[in-house]
């Protein structure tokens, strides 16, 4: 192991760091292709994934995410501006993707991997950023474009208290309450 220009000769406790560097002698020149193929990430990374119990926790997420539409859509109805109808829209949309993902996989038992896990908190950064866009996209007021939603839907989830929009005080009181709720 090259390691800041020192040569460490690895025994059964050395640990192999990030910015090492490693030589390998190997006896045999049958056996190169088996050590490159040791530090080579293949397809079968992927496959080594449970798919379908990552879309059965995903599933279920969006199902319970779908529920944050019922408040603004509440103060949409009862201020009757119409902005309930947005909500109404992500509400279904939401749930019903989430049902999707969850049912044709609600009987998968399979124990869960760390990278099954990563992969679960990355997708569900960026489908909870793309549901939490489709009210902003749907509603009259504020006019905004994909683009816009989804930046001020993760900025909303992020807390980052990053905007696009302006003029806020004529806003309506549901547009403004999802916004805090995000």
């Given at each position: 192991?090259?390691?800041?220009?020192?040569?460490?000769?690895?025994?059964?406790?050395?640990?192999?760091?990030?910015?090492?560097?490693?030589?390998?002698?190997?006896?045999?020149?049958?056996?190169?292709?088996?050590?490159?193929?040791?530090?080579?990430?293949?397809?079968?990374?992927?496959?080594?994934?449970?798919?379908?119990?990552?879309?059965?926790?995903?599933?279920?997420?969006?199902?319970m995410f779908s529920t944050t539409f019922?408040?603004?859509?509440?103060?949409?109805?009862?201020?009757?501006?119409?902005?309930?109808?947005?909500?109404?829209?992500?509400?279904?949309?939401?749930?019903?993707?989430?049902?999707?993902?969850?049912?044709?996989?609600?009987?998968?038992?399979?124990?869960?991997?760390?990278?099954?896990?990563?992969?679960?908190?990355v997708l569900f950064w960026l489908v909870?950023?793309?549901?939490?866009?489709?009210?902003?996209?749907?509603?009259?007021?504020?006019?905004?474009?994909?683009?816009?939603?989804?930046?001020?839907?993760?900025?909303?989830?992020?807390?980052?208290?990053?905007?696009?929009?302006?003029?806020?005080?004529?806003?309506?009181?549901?547009?403004?309450?999802y916004r805090q709720q995000l």
């Open positions: 192991i090259l390691r800041d220009e020192q040569v460490i000769i690895p025994h059964h406790d050395t640990v192999i760091k990030h910015e090492d560097h490693i030589i390998l002698f190997v006896q045999e020149k049958k056996h190169i292709q088996d050590v490159v193929s040791l530090f080579q990430v293949s397809a079968t990374f992927l496959s080594l994934m449970q798919g379908r119990v990552i879309l059965k926790v995903l599933g279920l997420l969006l199902m019922v408040p603004p859509m509440a103060i949409g109805w009862f201020e009757g501006d119409g902005t309930h109808l947005p909500f109404i829209h992500a509400w279904y949309e939401v749930l019903l993707t989430g049902q999707e993902f969850w049912l044709p996989n609600a009987l998968i038992d399979n124990d869960l991997r760390i990278r099954d896990g990563v992969i679960i908190v909870l950023a793309i549901s939490g866009a489709i009210p902003f996209t749907l509603a009259a007021q504020p006019q905004m474009s994909v683009v816009d939603a989804f930046f001020e839907s993760m900025s909303g989830l992020t807390t980052t208290g990053a905007t696009v929009l302006t003029g806020l005080d004529s806003l309506p009181s549901s547009i403004l309450f």
